[in-house]
């Protein structure tokens, strides 16, 4: 660790969400707040191989708290997976005298900073920034709420259409290997049946399901599947089971893609990321590395980069438990 930190630098990594960008400002603004100079690089790591650098005051960040995606651009990065480009960047950094650096992103960008930190000793503080809250140690990433949002008022405009036509529509979410936004939203949004990583349904208490729904009066349903689901069929095939399996449904899908990714940051993802920007900032200030900021009971917790790397997020059992009574 240097004696005095005079500079940070500061990158978005991975996949891009809702809140980066508030993020980024409350680094810079709580650097400026220290009278620390901030670095601001372009396209994660591939910027910090590339020396892509800004650098950021406070005002260089106005107007962004409610923007989506990031003004830094974000980047999967080959070349930083390699010795040589890790060596490059550190290079690069000790070349502008950063002494730390905060990175945003999700646990593959975790996992090249404490590979960085290990070979370089350079202080790394990462800050979770993912749609689909599936890092350990925060109880929600910076864009999952978000993309809840977006979520639900997709699921709601697909249910305008649905019943209109008494039909099934299977609606794919993003979430990779959790079911964090399909169980969500899928409450949020009165949806029949929720098909998530953690909890084979099977197909035939599916289809049960689906005929108890209509029996007891419902004239349309929405079946939301995280995009891992373990049901074993894609959402095609699925309606092509039920096609064959059920009659009197006209079925169709809607994967919502990457529009789950976007848009202006809620309420809660830009407090959120100002108070993860400050506690990440002020941490690494007070000479500590290898953490994650996140938030644990309301609070901002810091917890080791090697944990919230390992480890695994788990359902909320009794969120699986409301949403089977609310589809009675
Ligand atoms: P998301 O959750 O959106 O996928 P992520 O941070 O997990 O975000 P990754 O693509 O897994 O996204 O990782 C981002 C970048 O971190 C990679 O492109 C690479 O540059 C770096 N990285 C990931 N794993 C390693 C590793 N084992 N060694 C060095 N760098 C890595």
Redesign the pocket.
């Known amino acids: 660790m240097p004696k005095t930190i005079k500079k940070l630098a500061v990158l978005t990594?991975?996949?891009?969400?809702p809140g980066m960008n508030a993020a980024i400002r409350a680094v810079v603004r709580t650097c400026a707040y220290h009278s620390v100079e901030c670095l601001g690089v372009y396209r994660?790591?591939?910027g910090l191989i590339d020396a892509d650098f800004k650098q950021m005051d406070a005002r260089s960040v106005k107007g962004i708290i409610n923007k989506g995606g990031t003004i830094l651009k974000s980047?999967?990065?080959?070349?930083?997976?390699?010795k040589e480009g890790?060596k490059k960047a550190f290079e690069n950094l000790v070349a502008e005298g950063v002494d730390g650096l905060v990175v945003i992103?999700?646990?593959?960008?975790?996992?090249?900073?404490l590979?960085?930190n290990e070979e370089f000793g350079f202080p790394v503080m990462g800050i979770p920034?993912?749609?689909?809250n599936?890092?350990f140690g925060t109880s929600h990433t910076l864009g999952f709420d978000t993309a809840l949002n977006t979520v639900v008022d997709a699921i709601d405009k697909i249910r305008d259409t649905a019943s209109s036509h008494n039909r099934l529509f299977f609606v794919e979410v993003m979430g990779?290997d959790v079911g964090h936004i399909a169980l969500n939203a899928g409450i949020a949004g009165g949806a029949e049946e929720i098909l998530i990583p953690e909890e084979d349904l099977g197909l035939d208490r599916l289809v049960d399901s689906l005929n108890k729904s209509r029996q007891s009066g419902k004239s349309s349903s929405i079946v939301i599947v995280a995009e891992g689901d373990k049901i074993g069929k894609n959402i095609f095939e699925l309606k092509d089971y039920v096609d064959e399996n059920m009659e009197g449904y006209d079925v169709r899908v809607s994967v919502l893609g990457h529009m789950q990714r976007g848009g202006a940051p809620s309420c809660f993802d830009r407090v959120l990321a100002s108070r993860m920007g400050v506690k990440a900032v002020e941490t690494i200030l007070e000479y500590k590395s290898n953490y994650m900021v996140g938030l644990l009971n309301g609070k901002m917790e810091l917890t080791p980069l090697d944990k919230a790397i390992k480890g695994k997020t788990k359902i909320n059992l009794e969120l699986l438990r409301v949403s089977d009574i609310m589809s009675t």
């Open positions: 990594s991975g996949g891009d969400s994660g790591y591939e980047a999967r990065s080959k070349s930083f997976r390699t890790r992103g999700g646990d593959g960008s975790f996992t090249g900073a590979i960085f920034g993912t749609i689909d599936d890092i990779r």
